[in-house]
């Protein structure tokens, strides 16, 4: 199958067009205009986020399905219209279209551990996501196999946001926990979450919502001090409070970090036999692709 990947170079989505060209499919990338040229060789088709017509262009008939990986604007109009423009050419068809989401449109999850059946609470740096996501999945009547994925936080290759924890580590001459070390994070491995997205693009059915989650709730404090392991620096945890973070990352980011998450990715195993084989994230940031 030809797969247009949005998104191909970034942290998911190169391990993505890897695990997909590495199982015969045909990437095609969508690369933003004046882009340098793709190591990996994928073919290239030019488009950007913020010119729709570009996206519909790219979805040419001999394209199976797309996969939207691409960092959300942050404005909701310019990505309804993005999604609009890639879904167009594929309905009627029965084409795949996958949309990255993620877990913080479910918001703090309290004592209960959210699914996919959750209500979404968005916190304010994903606020208008569960719209897309809304948006995605009603493209399902129009005859697109239509599907939603929300990763975890994700982890491996020594990159993603545990790898902050690892900086915060080494400027700080010892682990770091953000705001409070109650807080847990729901987490996948890169690599398990690419194989889980070419899951989603072969077999999911129309119209559905998956959760690409591994480890349900990762104590943020184990992962502190598997971060100073992997800087050099071990001992108590130091807390930085919330406001110094929200100085240092931006106020909704800091706030993402804060937030206290239980999310279960049992159905992705029970219906698509998604089978996660990669490093805990606790083991990967201690003694794995972090050190």
Not at 196 to 221: K, N
Request: aromatic share 4%; proline share 7%; net charge negative.
């Amino acid at each position: 199958m030809r797969i247009l990947i949005v998104g191909a170079r970034g942290y998911l989505g190169s391990a993505v067009a890897e695990r997909l060209s590495g199982a015969g499919h045909q990437v095609v990338e969508l690369a933003r205009p004046g882009s340098d040229r793709n190591e990996a060789g994928y073919e290239r088709r030019i488009g950007d986020l913020r010119d729709p017509d570009s996206l519909t262009e790219a979805v040419t008939a001999d394209i199976g399905a797309v996969i939207n990986l691409a960092t959300p604007t942050g404005d909701a109009a310019v990505d309804a219209a993005a999604v609009a423009a890639l879904t167009g050419p594929l309905q009627g068809t029965g084409r795949a279209f996958v949309y990255t989401s993620g877990v913080w449109v479910l918001g703090a999850t309290g004592a209960s551990t959210a699914d996919e059946d959750t209500p979404t609470a968005p916190i304010p740096i994903v606020g208008y996501r569960p719209g897309i996501e809304r948006q995605v999945l009603a493209t399902a009547e129009e005859g697109v196999r239509a599907a939603v994925i929300r990763p975890g936080i994700v982890h491996g290759r020594g990159g993603g946001i545990p790898a902050l924890l690892v900086d915060l580590a080494r400027k700080h001459g010892a682990p770091v926990i953000v705001a409070d070390p109650a807080v847990r994070w729901p987490m996948v491995h890169v690599d398990d979450l690419a194989d889980l997205f070419a899951g989603v693009v072969e077999h999911a059915p129309a119209g559905t919502l998956w959760h690409g989650v591994t480890q349900p709730a990762v104590p943020v404090r184990e992962l502190a001090i598997a971060a100073g392991q992997a800087a050099g620096h071990s001992g108590e945890p130091q807390i930085l409070p919330l406001d110094r973070a929200r100085e240092e990352f931006g106020t909704l980011f800091a706030d993402a970090l804060a937030l206290d998450q239980a999310v279960s990715g049992e159905q992705a195993r029970n219906r698509l036999g998604w089978r996660p084989q990669h490093p805990d994230p606790v083991t990967d940031l201690g003694n794995g692709s972090y050190r």
